[in-house]
């Protein structure tokens, strides 16, 4: 057993803070299972089947209208008939994009395959765009004739209602789904079906402000069905490109973020935080000060603590705690110092071995200067005194070493 006598004032062993990053993300050199395994198997068969519900909603829907439409001579509803095979489409796409992005991490991809439902959104967004903008400009085109603007058939009436009333059921039913596991790409689909409801309302409308007698506001409301559909496509593809940007969470989670990791013990203070979504979660890496003379392994104690309390509290994917023994965000202050090698070089030749370096030597790297902390055994009395005075000679005009701190180790 030994015990540590502080010839300098002070006691108990230090030991210097290192740069930790506890962050436990799948690594590079994870394969795939032989056979698929959904990293979320919940939220995978939840989107699963909801989708497969809204293809064969949409399915029929799609037939319905466009036929309906074509012989019962409605513009608006032949647009609604094409917004619904767009859905169809869509949905297909969400079916890849679930499957693909519940891929487990792998080598190539260490954060996972969730941006492919980003991506999913994105294209997704573009195509509803482009749909909205082309029924639009054919419904202005046709406004500019008048004269050959017909009064639509009844039966389309009542295929427009049914529509309705398909595609807002759907919509209740997705979004409840999406919910409840927690997926942003059912979400924008279950709102893309809203947007189809609201469209069909609008189709309805002007169905039945055509057969009052009011020719024209069939195709009025399929310019205003264009409308809304590049308006909401337009929506989710800016939503997504945020994303792909990496783009940072809101304010408001962010500066919760920053309280959770602040209020972890050990934790000083904290600079330098950042945030990017990832799908449905996020990642976050921050760089927080602690005591700059704790050991390595508190410092990773810490580290540690504070990641898990940001899980624990936050709908974040993982952490990454970077311990920093003071505040560089502005300046380094300690990049002109040299490496623990040449300083020991270096004070070898100062101390004219004076000391045995063999010893375990602490180097602290606070404020542009080095911090030593000496360990030494078996030193008589008069040894210690004389090697404390050559340190403080030492300090006195040394450019790189602030203070030398001189432990003997007693043995019992």
């Known amino acids: 057993m030994a015990s540590i006598f502080n010839d300098s004032g002070a006691s108990g062993i230090l030991r210097p803070t290192l740069n930790t990053n506890p962050s436990r993300m799948k690594n590079h050199t994870q394969t795939m299972p032989p056979e698929f395994e959904p990293k979320h198997p919940e939220r995978f068969a939840a989107a699963r089947k909801s ?212 209020d972890t013990p050990g934790v000083f203070s904290l600079h330098e935080l950042r945030t990017r979504k990832m799908a449905d979660h996020a990642l976050v890496d921050a760089h927080v000060i602690v005591n700059p003379r704790i050991s390595v392994s508190e410092g990773h104690y810490i580290a540690e603590s504070a990641r898990q309390r940001v899980l624990r509290n936050h709908h974040v994917m993982d952490v990454m705690v970077h311990i920093d023994p003071e505040d560089d965000s502005k300046a380094r202050p300690n990049a002109h110092l040299p490496s623990r090698s040449k300083l020991l070089d270096h004070l070898s030749q100062r101390l004219d071995s004076a000391a045995p370096l063999e010893s375990s030597v602490v180097l602290h790297y606070l404020d542009g200067k080095v911090d030593i902390e000496i360990f030494t055994a078996g030193l008589k009395h008069e040894e210690l005194a004389a090697l404390k005075h050559k340190s403080e000679q030492i300090v006195g005009d040394d450019p790189w070493f602030r203070a030398i701190h001189i432990y003997q180790i007693i043995a019992q």
């Open 51 to 262: 989708t497969w519900v809204s293809i064969v909603i949409n399915l029929l829907l799609t037939v319905l209208q466009i036929l309906a439409g074509y012989f019962g001579r409605s513009q608006s509803l032949m647009a609604d008939g094409l917004h619904s095979l767009s859905d169809l489409l869509s949905d297909v796409l969400v079916l890849y994009a679930n499957r693909q992005g519940n891929r487990h991490a792998d080598a190539n991809h260490p954060y996972g395959h969730a941006r492919i439902e980003t991506a999913a959104t994105l294209i997704l967004g573009a195509l509803l765009a482009a749909l909205g903008v082309a029924l639009l400009v054919a419904a202005a085109l046709r406004l500019q004739h008048p004269a050959q603007v017909q009064v639509v058939h009844p039966v389309t009436f009542w295929v427009a209602l049914v529509a309705l009333a398909a595609k807002e059921g759907m919509f209740r039913y997705m979004l409840a789904v999406a919910k409840r596991v927690r997926s942003q790409m059912l979400v924008a689909n279950a709102w893309h079906a809203r947007s189809d409801a609201a469209s069909s309302l609008v189709v309805l409308a002007g169905i039945g402000g055509n057969l009052l007698g009011f020719a024209f506001l069939d195709l009025l409301a399929a310019a205003v069905v264009g409308v809304m559909i590049a308006h909401m496509g337009g929506k989710l593809a800016r939503e997504a490109l945020a994303e792909l940007i990496d783009t940072g969470l809101d304010e408001s989670e962010v500066a919760a973020i920053r309280q959770t990791l602040l």
